[in-house]
Structures are given as structure tokens and as C-alpha cells.
């Protein structure tokens, strides 16, 4: 390991100075040719400056990181509406969309709400409100949890 070295000439040639005099080559103007924007002191364009011209970054549309893919889109039902429904026994996701209640975009369900009629009901969702779950416990209704949700 000790014994690697730099390539022979990579390491011993000297930065070149400018604006040093015309016989060194490099002053006068100092490699920048004559006149313009960009030979002047702080003169160059900025990033992606066409000339004035409508840049290709302005052109072209918008895009990037959306949260639309990602968000939870919880749909929430009030138990209230569930009455209606007096001949079904147990409330799943499909029996929800069977009903019209929720449709299939709508991936997690919040039930809400303090009235209900309905006894001896099994009724699954994703979370409930602390109402929910009491007036269904209340009445003798089964609640549960779907996928190991939290309340």
C-alpha cells in the first residue's frame, strides 16, 4: 500500500495564471476573447438561460413527488345509516360496496356517529370513533378491527 504512487507528470504541472502579462499567453484578456456578457468580471449566464429565449425548463410541464399515490383515503360512515339496512347481519367492506355505501376507491372505513338501532350486528372497519364503538357495544353489536387496525 505504501509503495502506490501518482503517474509520472500527473502531479507536477503548475496552474495557469491569467491576466499576468501578454508574454506569458494568457493576459490581456485573460482567455476570455473580446467584449460580450461573458467577458466581463461577474459575466455569465445563469443555469438553463437560453438567450431569452423561453428556457426548456419552463417548457416542459411540472413534475415530481405527489402525495395522491400514498394517502389514506378513509371513508367515513355513520352508523346512523346502517339502520337501514335491518336484514343484514354482518357489515364487511364488500357487503359496504354491495349496499352503495362505500365504493371501491374508498380502501379504509371509519364508522362515526351514536345512533343505532340495530342489535346483534357484527360490523367491520378500520377504526371507529369513541361514539361508534360505544353505541355499538351498547346495543349488543359485535365491532372488530380490520387488518390490525388501531382505534
Keep these: 500500500m505504501l509503495l502506490i504512487s501518482p503517474i509520472k507528470g500527473s502531479r507536477d504541472h503548475k496552474k495557469k495564471r491569467v491576466g499576468r502579462g501578454f508574454s506569458s499567453g494568457m493576459g490581456g484578456r485573460s482567455t476570455r476573447g473580446t467584449k460580450g456578457q461573458k467577458a466581463r468580471k461577474s459575466g455569465n449566464v445563469r443555469l438553463g438561460f437560453e438567450g431569452g429565449q423561453m428556457p426548456l425548463y419552463r417548457k416542459v410541464g ?3 413527488f405527489n ?5 389514506k383515503k378513509i371513508k367515513s360512515v355513520n352508523i ?3 339502520n337501514y339496512f335491518k336484514d343484514v347481519k354482518e357489515f364487511t367492506l364488500e357487503v359496504f360496496m354491495k349496499l352503495g355505501i362505500v365504493n371501491k376507491r374508498d380502501r379504509y372505513i ?3 356517529g351514536n345512533q343505532v338501532e340495530l342489535e346483534g350486528v357484527s360490523v ?3 377504526s371507529y370513533s369513541k361514539g361508534a364503538k360505544a353505541a355499538l357495544e351498547s346495543s349488543k353489536n359485535i365491532v372488530n378491527l380490520i387488518g390490525g387496525s388501531r382505534e
Design 124 to 126: 367491520w372497519a378500520h
Design 62 to 64: 411540472k413534475y415530481g
Design 80 to 82: 346512523r345509516d346502517l
Design 67 to 71: 402525495n395522491y399515490v400514498f394517502e
Design 110 to 112: 371509519k364508522l362515526i
